[in-house]
């Protein structure tokens, strides 16, 4: 406690006071022996009664011999002023050690939720550079693992914007970076000589490197590539507690890279997948017109359990082998059977003209397979002679073909067979079609017939409507056939929800044969 007068002398003081100014004796003038932070204090009292104040807000602070003292005035009956200092000053480094956690905790935070907003590598990147430059460093680049001898790096100034740029370089040139980008825990900054840094490594116009951390970005089993935070000449250098920071960050920045890495792979391998589960765009082969068109049971899928194939002949003048079939199931786990049945298919086209033989060895495939669906399917030879197409068809349980007429008239093909992958001995029968140029033979799933929707929406589309609708195709195109099919489908669903629908159209084209030149070409075909 020190007391003090109204005109600003010292009156008295206790022990505790006399050890933390010891010239504060009895007499001595408060502005001689005191902090001026206490002398202003004084002065600014006004001494109307025992409860004047200070003219401040909230306590009074100030340091003395390097520590911090709150000050708290008790004005006396005689106009004098006791003050009685309180040292602060473990109060006022848990505060601060307090604030500066809750700060670092808000900013962590914060990144995880900038860095897992996208699973997009190159954002991931920017925002690893942008968070990192703004509160821990100067500059920032993040570092992506090396392709090569190419170091994909993205650079950010304090209040700037993430650049990306590519360097070539051997990142054992620079202390500390070719152990981070293998995983390795960190060099101590200290260790890092600032004068070191390579020009790709410092920003245009950023100046003198006062100090340099270069910390592995971590990821599961492989790292995901290195942060380097720099600090300029004039920057107060990074602390331990910085340095051990800056890991926790970059911990939350790899995990974040290493997720967007991973699923940036993801996303290559399916797409792979896909395009090869996705049926084909069909065309013209050997004088044949092939359509087809294909819609998932959702429509935010690709693929599902209804596939369709054309193989052409090996051989000029062979039929080609047309595959229409339906999976019991949608989505992934079906197209994943799809894509076994028409692997197997594929094997097995050596056979492609015994169609019941194809479809026996499929059956013995699917049995066997882990699979525990099965599948309706309908095989197609169809082979150009003169203007005729002529065709066999095999049904494995799957609706039968139609054929549309020149005049109109729809004819079911009698095919009829047993389902592919229930039992062990299936049976099936084949027969034979021709069509003349203009007529068609249309192959569908029965994503097609049972539509269900309709002005009550509840009534399936059906065969005998799909019948009456084919009949109006005549002499169209195939590919005008499916997408007019597909048309009526969709507008008859009025987006209701709906299995896989599929069909292929085999057409003989209005052309006529011209006769091979002097008997040494295979001749054409023209309108």
């Not at 001595?28 to 004084?42: G, I, S």
């Not at 970005?217 to 380097?228: D, H, M, N, R, S």
């Not at 087809?292 to 039929?319: K, L, M, N, T």
Request: proline share 7%; with cysteine.
């Amino acid at each position: 406690m020190l007391v003090a007068d109204a005109q600003g002398a010292v009156v008295r003081r206790n022990d505790a006071a006399g050890l933390l100014l010891p010239a504060a004796v009895s007499g001595a003038p408060l502005a001689d022996v005191a902090p001026a932070w206490l002398c202003a204090a004084h002065a600014t009292l006004s001494f109307p009664g025992p409860n004047a104040v200070p003219d401040t807000e909230g306590p009074l602070r100030g340091s003395i011999g390097g520590r911090l003292f709150e000050a708290h005035p008790s004005v006396r009956g005689d106009g004098s002023v006791a003050w009685w200092l309180v040292d602060d000053t473990e109060h006022h480094l848990v505060r601060e050690a307090l604030r500066v956690e809750q700060e670092r905790t808000a900013f962590l935070a914060k990144a995880s939720s900038a860095l897992l907003s996208s699973l997009n590598l190159g954002r991931c990147m920017d925002v690893t550079a942008q968070m990192a430059a703004e509160c821990l460093a100067d500059a920032a680049l993040a570092v992506a693992p090396a392709q090569g001898r190419r170091l994909p790096v993205v650079t950010c100034l304090r209040g700037g914007v993430p650049a990306l740029s590519t360097v070539t370089v051997d990142p054992h040139d620079v202390p500390g970076l070719g152990e981070a980008l293998r995983g390795f825990p960190p060099v101590p900054s200290r260790w890092i000589d600032p004068a070191t840094a390579p020009e790709w490594m410092v920003p245009e116009r950023f100046g003198p490197v006062g100090s340099i951390v270069i910390t592995p970005l971590p990821g599961p089993g492989v790292p995901a590539g290195a942060l380097i935070l720099l600090r300029k000449a004039e920057s107060a250098a990074f602390s331990n507690e910085e340095e051990v920071f800056a890991r926790l960050f970059a911990a939350r920045a790899g995990a974040a890279m290493s997720a967007a890495r991973l699923y940036a792979e993801q996303i290559a391998i399916t797409d792979v997948l896909m395009r090869e589960l996705m049926p084909p765009v069909l065309h013209q082969i050997s004088g044949v017109d092939f359509a087809g068109r294909y819609r998932p049971s959702a429509d935010h899928e690709r693929i599902g359990g209804d596939f369709y194939d054309v193989h052409p002949a090996a051989v000029e003048g062979e039929a080609s082998l047309v595959s229409l079939g339906d999976v019991c199931g949608k989505g992934l786990e079906a197209a994943v059977l799809t894509g076994k049945i028409r692997n197997t298919l594929h094997a097995l086209l050596p056979l492609s003209d015994d169609h019941q033989r194809i479809l026996s060895l499929l059956n013995t495939a699917l049995l066997s397979s882990h699979h525990t669906r099965f599948a309706t399917m309908v095989l197609a030879s169809a082979v150009r002679r003169g203007n005729m197409v002529d065709l066999k068809l095999t049904s494995g349980g799957h609706p039968s073909p139609l054929i549309v007429r020149a005049d109109g008239t729809v004819e079911e093909v009698d095919t009829h067979g047993t389902l592919i992958g229930a039992i062990p001995s299936i049976s099936a029968t084949t027969v034979a079609a021709s069509l003349a140029p203009g007529e068609s033979c249309v192959l569908y799933t029965d994503g097609i017939t049972e539509a269900k929707g309709g002005p009550m929406g509840d009534d399936l589309f059906g065969e005998e409507r799909l019948k009456r609708a084919l009949s109006g195709c005549v002499g169209m195109p195939a590919d005008g056939i499916a997408e007019h099919v597909q048309m009526l489908a969709a507008q008859w669903l009025g987006g209701r929800p709906h299995d896989d629908m599929a069909v292929v159209v085999i057409s003989a084209p209005r052309t006529h044969h011209l006769s091979a030149v002097n008997g040494h070409t295979r001749g054409r075909f023209t309108a």
